[in-house]
């Protein structure tokens, strides 16, 4: 038995868990405003081209229009002034699209917290706990958030909400050795954090480092700390900066 045929068998015998860590994508998904002096993102809607109908009489289907960073989605390094010269998402190695997770579990934080920030410190006390981060993997950041989704108002909970602090941003981007960053808020970075120095540094540092993010994540409670693989599929726009893409876990039970 080859080594993906084993993976199959182990599926489908419920050995290896699939876990889904991607969020209904609908008109009610949250999206992220920024000043009215900006560009401004558009949120999903599908629109019926038809349905059984005299306009299509055996079939259904719709349009959709959406911006590319809306719901679960992989922010490409092309996404940021610091990455503009970098691959957009169509030029992502697809192997890279796979890779083994750690998840550190701040929720508790979070709770007592809204904008608590992770530091290099609570690092590097999950790896005393838990081992070295995976070489190539994704470092998931749990906050609980994903309890929010749906109510868009507590979600966005008016630009306060957890994220990275900038050194340790900063220490992710240049001196780790993960991929990217997955989140269950809004965007990779804080609520408050264009009001940091610099600005939205996951964006800053990560995206300017050819790293990756993943935001809007749900479900990591089910992951555990270590052992998890992720399979993050963007769709492969042709210069496109990032695009909504699912987001699934292996998980041996």
């Known amino acids: 038995m080859t080594l993906l045929s084993q993976l199959a068998a182990a599926v489908a015998e419920g050995q290896i868990e699939v876990v889904d860590l991607t969020a209904p994508l609908s008109s009610h998904t949250p999206i992220l405003a920024l000043p009215d002096n900006f560009g401004q993102t558009w949120p999903f809607a599908l629109t019926e081209i038809s349905r059984y109908d005299e306009r299509g009489p055996a079939w ?135 009001s940091f120095d610099p600005p939205f540094p996951c964006h800053t540092f990560l995206l300017g480092a050819n790293k990756y993010g993943l935001t809007q994540l749900q479900n990591l409670s089910q992951l555990p700390p270590t052992g998890a693989v992720v399979i993050a599929a963007p769709l492969p726009i042709v210069g496109g900066s990032g695009s909504p893409c699912r987001v699934l876990a292996l998980v041996q039970r």
Do not use: M
Not at 86 to 99: E, G, H, I, K, N
Not at 147 to 158: K, Q, V
Not at 181 to 191: F, N, P, Q, R, Y
């Open 60 to 194: 259904y289907w719709n349009n959709i229009t959406t911006g590319e960073h809306t719901g679960t989605h992989f922010d490409a390094p092309i996404h940021w002034v610091t990455g503009q010269d970098a691959d957009d998402v169509s030029q992502v190695p697809s192997q890279r699209l796979v890779a083994p997770a750690a998840v550190l579990d701040f929720s508790a934080q979070a709770a007592a917290d809204p904008d608590f920030l992770l530091e290099v410190e609570h690092i590097k006390a999950w790896e005393s706990e838990h081992g070295a981060l995976p070489v190539g993997g994704w470092l998931l950041y749990r906050t609980g958030w994903d309890t929010r989704s749906a109510d868009p108002e507590a979600f966005l909970n008016g630009g306060s909400s957890p994220g990275i602090s900038v050194d340790c941003a900063k220490w992710i981007a240049q001196e780790s050795v993960v991929l990217g960053v997955g989140v269950e808020t809004v965007g990779t970075d804080a609520g408050a954090a264009h």
